[in-house]
């Protein structure tokens, strides 16, 4: 493998690993008080034979033995086993978003040393540039005539809650407050407490939409988008683009540049708009 192609390996970082170790840490305490240390146990039994799909070489083997213990579990725990499963792979995701954002915060920092990670749009254009069958004319040329259509929904398909959404953005606010107090205990000891908190909320949360949404429950929702991330989210993308093109071309795009628009079947009626 070259080492270019790493990033989009997802190799996980120091650091990643450390924060889904802590979310696995945390959600596993939240599992022992809430639901007993019997429970707990089949979680850990089951995490542990999912693990060694990953290295056994006889997979088959390993899968048939997670089948044969599933069907040894009443129906009360298969559904609490999914359940536990489910928020494994949600804390993972968002372990892996942090992780994300903090190469970009590093690449962003002009006194970060280490320049040559790789960011999906920058290694995208920057490939462009370096294809030499096409002049650097023609690729400023499609940039200026990208259009991007995104449609925000939140029909009964969207299934997250927004009560969930929004503790998993207090969970990500929390282990980026502890990467910067951690070298100091008493902070560490609070942001731990509220870390399992807020990990407890959501192991008692149910995570399915049990009633169809009004169209004022959908705008509230897609309102809450655009200002939880698309608002601060789109100008950050239009200048990283903009960079590239001043780094290699040594000129900006156009002023009134703005690609991305979006769509909206929030409420039943199809609307569109800019950023």
């Known amino acids: 493998m070259k080492k270019r ?7 996980p970082t120091k650091l990643l690993r450390e ?21 707990f146990n089949i979680v850990e039994k089951f995490r542990l034979l999912s693990k060694n799909t990953l290295t056994d070489k006889n997979k088959s083997k390993v899968f048939s033995k997670i089948s044969t213990e599933v069907k040894k579990l009443s129906p009360e725990n298969t559904f609490k086993l999914t359940r536990a499963f489910s928020h494994i792979l949600n804390l993972l995701n968002l372990a892996e978003s942090i992780d994300a954002s903090r190469k970009l915060n590093e690449y962003e920092n002009p006194y970060f040393k280490n320049k040559n990670q790789n960011l999906f749009i920058e290694d995208l254009i920057e490939g462009l540039f370096k294809n030499k069958k096409i002049s650097d004319k023609k690729i400023y040329e499609q940039a200026t ?49 509220q870390l399992y908190s807020e990990i407890a909320i959501i192991w008692k949360t149910d995570e399915l939409k049990r009633t169809k949404p009004s169209p004022l429950d ?55 708009t800019q950023m």
């Open 5 to 11: 192609d790493l990033y989009y390996e997802r190799i």
């Open 19 to 39: 924060d889904f170790r802590l979310l696995g840490t945390f959600l596993g305490k939240v599992i022992k008080d809430q639901e007993g240390i019997i429970f």
């Open 145 to 193: 005539k990208l259009d991007i259509g995104i449609v925000l929904t939140a029909h009964p398909t969207e299934v997250k809650r927004r009560t969930l959404i929004q503790k998993y953005a207090n969970l990500i606010h929390i282990l980026e407050q502890r990467h910067l107090y951690k070298k100091y205990p008493s902070k560490i000891i609070e942001l731990d407490r």
């Open 218 to 272: 959908e705008a509230r929702w897609g309102l809450a988008v655009i200002e939880d991330s698309l608002w601060d989210t789109i100008p950050k993308v239009y200048k990283r683009l903009n960079d590239i093109f001043r780094k290699n071309l040594k000129k900006d795009l156009p002023r009134d540049f703005n690609p991305i628009q979006f769509g909206s079947w929030m409420g039943g009626i199809e609307t569109e």
